[in-house]
């Protein structure tokens, strides 16, 4: 059970809930009025409980537990202890995600600016949202409805921000047009300047940065991240594209929809991923190079050139992934051999 | 001697002070009244300063040191100039730092909620903690005994933070409970959602993140690093284990006692540390693996299985670091060979 | 165009304006009292701009551009079309970036302390510096004129900042001496304390750290770097050295003048940078090694020895570029040989 202190919990809810929910009928010889009190993992869940098994190497958690109900894949329904409902889904992670979401739906606080917040009289915040202490929302900044902007953010002049967006604590954005829905967490940076200077034995000369960050919806991007603006045109992250903590986008990165970029990857200058592009954690990207649509990069690589659509790579630098497999195994073989 | 405006310094101390703190006599022939004023290394040392020699490396520089007295092991005493006090010690580094301790206690500001920090009135903040300008403490959250936390950190509703904790500038809590004498170095984030998503065609739905973090006493956790909480369970990690700047720890991840965690380090979700693991510089490793007591991860590796205890391994995917050396030296002969 | 909401505009300039700022005279047959309104890229760029063409490989771009101008390199001046003026310089882009900083000068906030800003008693504050609200400043803490110091910064007790620097909202500072003309990017941190422990089976055991940060004149530091004060000595960072986001600069790290280190990069304790270094992104260096004046670290490379000046190297652990080129073709061939 989530800790009440952190994770509100609503219900119970009948099982004709939870399978409304699920998009499915009640399972022949379950009593659709036998009711739900909590979600859990197959180990941890007791007879109140409902729980999912996504993958075939938990068969044997999903044969001892306690669950009051599992939701399950067609032909699994034989694996759960008798007394167990089986709930059989397409995808039963995803209708896990939103039943959890029926019993701990997201919370938002109340709307309303706190009177220690510092809200520039040009700017624009709409009914609904909520604007944490030590926040401070610059001129001509305009926040829509439903949002959350977190203690001791800042939202600089001329930003937006579209309706249901979480901003975190300690976030700062400039230079910025973003979505609806979107989720920063904390202390992530948007809008800086990008990393681009005009050196010579002089030194380094900054070039202004004349662009934007372009944040679509849904977008959801961790915490201590870094999303510099364009040097001229913008950074752009497409729709429903998901970035893990500690990621650096840098200026004029163009990331499409759908993307998953996992922690303390890095993008550098004028790259661009196209639609559904997986980059595995501490993954490296030159700068002005391409990836083609669903691509995958594997954890770690650094990637110097074009990754054609729907191909993975591995290995620094990148070759196609059963190539690094079989670098990994030629490079084993070689130092065995030797017998040093 | 270390620049006054930053830190306070205590003193003189006599040398009978000095062995007390070390645990040891007054070395024979040398004054027990002997006054010293600072610490500091060997070439910087003077008279009134104490210093120490832990490695072999630096007899040289112990030879020509101008200290007062040299904390160091025993078959070293010839190595310090006449008229250095030799004080001998099973471990001088560490000794070192006790006495530097003794001339520069750790600062630790008076207590008190300062008027423009934001403490809900449903927290409880114990006596003797300080709360910095800015610093938002949320409803329901419990702050012990001689704490401070820094300008513009939150700490979320429900939060437990114990005796003697340390909380940087701009650090943001959420669910979590922390132990006592823990620090956390300005910018670091604990409790935010973890990566967990369920994926399809459709997009990516988040998967309710219902855990915490627990992070036992004496833990100490650099600047910008991220600390995910639970997905169901909790992230744990685990008493007096230290952890440098700018790391990721992912939800679920378990981390034991006495684990050193180097910088750029990142750990993926549900990974184990037992006890004593020591993870290198900008280390990846894969989620769901354990890695066994007093392991030990080379600085860049990235590990993708299981590492046994007492083992250490290297390179990326990661191998014993015995055969990662051999294939060091097999691809330089290789490419060497080949008179490209 | 900029996005007037975010970059304002100054202008019209005459095109003897503009190419007084490139100390060139006004090309023959042009007008000097033609009208600029605004600079762009070729590609976007319409009569109204002023363009320039810095690498060979953009010349198709330029015979097609709309600007009204181009910067471009003796030799050059036939690429462009009939009716756009080509300015000949000896390094377009730094010119460019000159006279872009002519339509778009750094933005620069009246001066004043904000009355939600904390400025202890004893701190000094100079006329012309811009503190934002929730800034913290602490006691003898010194910022000379024309500085700005963003929202929810602090500023510890004892801290230098020279003129006309830039400190980003929600940077922390403590216990560093910081130039002239200094850009700190919002969420990083200096002066923590470093992570050094002596460590035995008791545990780990911090030595105080009791050095300080030195920052000189004209050093950019991107978002969510760190940087570590010394243990004993200062970690210093050299005039004109230019650090992009997510950067580690742990304790008692010396880098020298005009150096360019990439993002997510990690510098570990007591290594020495000479002027002119180059560190590529995500590479890391370890602790106590010396890297020589203008090396050269490529991106990703993970460096364990003494870089000598003027070379560059590559891989992990680092060898010369040349070699580490051969390796990659020869552990390619090695895999493809085999045929597995």
Chains 1, 2, 3 share one sequence.
Request: overall charge neutral.
């Amino acid at each position: 059970m989530a800790d009440p202190r952190f994770h509100r919990r609503r219900g119970p809810f009948r099982l004709a809930d939870v399978v409304a929910v699920a998009g499915v009928p009640v399972p022949a010889d379950a009593d659709p009025e036998r009711l739900f009190l909590d979600v859990g993992s197959l180990d941890a869940a007791d007879p109140g409980c409902v729980s999912y098994l996504d993958q075939a190497g938990y068969a044997a958690a999903a044969g001892a537990t306690s669950a009051g109900a599992v939701l399950l894949r067609d032909g699994q329904q034989e694996v759960v202890p008798a007394g167990t409902v089986a709930i059989v889904v397409g995808h039963p992670v995803k209708i896990f995600a939103r039943i959890a979401r029926l019993f701990y739906p997201d919370e938002v606080p109340a709307g309303g600016v706190d009177p220690a917040a510092h809200v520039h009289a040009g700017a624009t915040v709409a009914a609904g949202t909520r604007i944490d202490p030590g926040a401070v929302v610059g001129e001509g900044a305009e926040i829509g409805p439903d949002c959350h902007v977190g203690a001791n953010a800042t939202i600089g002049a001329g930003v937006r921000i579209g309706a249901g967006s979480r901003i975190g604590a300690g976030v700062n954005i400039s230079h910025a047009i973003i979505g609806q829905r979107v989720v920063l967490m904390p202390g992530t940076q948007v809008g800086q300047t990008g990393f681009g200077f005009a050196s010579d034995a002089a030194g380094h000369l900054r070039v202004p940065q004349l662009g934007r960050v372009l944040i679509d919806d849904d977008v959801e991007i961790g915490a201590n991240c870094c999303v510099d603006r364009g040097a001229a045109g913008d950074t752009v992250i497409g729709r429903g594209t998901i970035i893990d903590n500690l990621v650096q986008i840098a200026h004029n990165v163009r990331i499409g929809r759908g993307c998953v970029i996992v922690s303390q990857a890095g993008v550098a200058g004028s790259t661009e991923l196209d639609d559904f592009v997986v980059l595995g954690g501490q993954v490296g990207l030159s700068g002005h190079i391409k990836v083609g649509k669903a691509a995958r990069v594997a954890a770690k690589s650094g990637v110097m050139r074009d990754v054609p659509a729907g191909t993975e790579v591995a290995g620094y630098p990148s070759v196609p992934i059963r190539q690094w497999h079989r670098q990994t195994v030629a490079l084993g073989r070689l130092s065995t051999r030797k017998g040093e």
